[in-house]
């Protein structure tokens, strides 16, 4: 499947991006981002216009997700560009989701987990700010005060998905099997 490819080539990007970020190489690493970005867009696109889903991607899609944001703001942290606090808050949030599905896929076999639509749009939150800080650091872009907005947006999205996760969760596991 094309998609899976797309999926597996922006998967490969955390490696770089975050080599790239370590390094001071912030016009490098906006640029590998923007691919990974754009790739998630696209795998999307052919999934759904060419009835290209399937079950890997399925699985593949929000781990790659999860690995670029996570290995991103990781760095990103490391380098003082984003506040550490938020680096946990996203970490913390994508171990619960993984920890809950797992938890939740052991105890009721054959339930379905889908994705929140909150969940949808903390990623492009997340994805947003991540890109406005890099291209901020490469010198693209004077957007500081952008950048503190968005942060903000991050925190707050970022914890009501995990909000709602959790709530879904609780139904899920409290639902009669």
């Given at each position: 499947?094309?998609?899976?490819?797309?999926t597996l080539g922006r998967l490969a990007c955390a490696i770089p991006l975050v080599l790239l970020i370590g390094a001071g190489r912030f016009d490098g690493a906006f640029y590998v981002f923007l691919v990974a970005a754009l790739?998630?867009?696209l795998d999307g696109y052919v999934a759904k216009r060419f009835n290209g889903s399937s079950r890997m991607g399925a699985i593949?899609?929000?781990?790659?997700?999860?690995?670029?944001?996570?290995?991103?703001f990781i760095a990103l942290g490391v380098v003082a560009a984003v506040p550490v606090w938020l680096v946990a808050a996203i970490i913390v949030r994508d171990l619960l989701i993984v920890g809950g599905a797992v938890l939740l896929?052991?105890?009721?076999?054959?339930?379905?987990?889908?994705p929140l639509a909150i969940g949808k749009a903390c990623t492009f939150v997340?994805?947003?700010?991540?890109?406005?800080?890099?291209?901020?650091?490469?010198?693209i872009?004077?957007?500081a005060t952008i950048i503190t907005t968005l942060t903000a947006l991050t925190a707050a999205v970022t914890l009501a998905s995990a909000l709602a996760y959790l709530a879904a969760a609780l139904r899920l596991g409290a639902a009669p099997s």
């Open positions: 499947h094309v998609a899976n490819l797309l790739s998630d867009v593949l899609d929000p781990a790659a997700d999860k690995v670029l944001i996570a290995s991103m896929r052991h105890r009721l076999r054959g339930v379905r987990i889908e997340q994805l947003l700010l991540g890109g406005f800080v890099l291209g901020h650091l490469a010198g872009a004077d957007v």
